[in-house]
């Protein structure tokens, strides 16, 4: 049996406290090491690259570093650069390999000014999205997973209010589902970053059991993420909650994955026309759907291994960790499974499954 199975459900906080929070001191480390190498890939990674003229607009820093839900030996760190040279989301699919590859070659030679020692992932696409590696400092055995991403900087100046309507319309017509999902960062740590402690702390409890049960072709971590966020949300809303009724609540709508259709309307809404029968059509999908926040386009619903992750969740359910002292099992929130659509201004909604 998996070392989360045999925690009691009363001993969940502590479990997270001794086995998944970060140290303070750990993160301070990490902190520095990005602060670096941001400042390197701002002021000097591009300063004598065979394209003349790139220059970094702004770096994000994503992941789960950025979004403040990091866990103990298991950090990574989006670093997502924003680039003049791509003024659509067409010269940033255009232009993102020769990028990477000059990113890559000045880490390479760099890393005796950073005091880190880089680690490069090698792609297997041809045009790859993103640069894959691992720091570990020459100083203590503590590393990071990086991945660093070229984008096109849609957002502009970002003043946490919701994007102009434009933004969503110009990803509409490229028809790429999630392709340019970097270009959102901003919004999809915002939407993490500014959540209540404990609800990370959650988080974590579940990132945590999605690392004992993984397998080849399970969902995205992100997608349990968002399905946390969304069982809060529903079922209790509070800062203070039982960490075990918030577990047992993602683990039920993992294993009625099917009846699941959730989204937002934070970033993007039913107001603009075009949106409004995009989204339609993409919440009428076959189910589950789960859509980004941030990008109406990344649909995590459509992503393979919910059947088995589904099965995970299912025997996770019986275990201590889901019951109670007295050995019943702990109840799951009362939430939604599917949120409704409006369809058309008469009120009627999309039933299709």
Known sequence: MNFLGRVGSWELDKFHEDYLNPKEEFLRKARQAIDRICEFLKRRCFQDAPLRGIKVLKVVKGG????????KNGSDADLVLFLNIFRSYTDQEKDRKMIIEEIERQLNECQEVLNLEVFFEKSKWSNPRVLQFRLRSKESDDSIEFDVLPA??????????????????DLIRTGKSGEFSPCFTE????????????????IRLVKHWYNEVKEKSFPPKYALELLTVYAWEQGSGKTIFNTAEGFRTVLWLIEHYKEIRIYWTEYYDFQNEIIKQYLQKQLCKNRPVILDP??????FGEAKGWDRLAEKARCYASMNCCRKRDGSLVQPWDVPLAKEVPWEEGGSYCTLL
Do not use: C, E, W
């Open 64 to 71: 789960s570093l950025g979004k403040g839900t990091s866990m």
């Open 152 to 169: 096109y900087d849609t957002l502009g100046h970002y003043d946490r209010s919701m994007p102009n309507p434009q933004i969503y319309v």
């Open 187 to 202: 919004l999809q740590k915002n939407f993490i970053v500014r959540r209540d402690t404990k609800l990370k702390s959650l």
């Open 294 to 299: 941030a990008d109406p386009t990344a649909n």
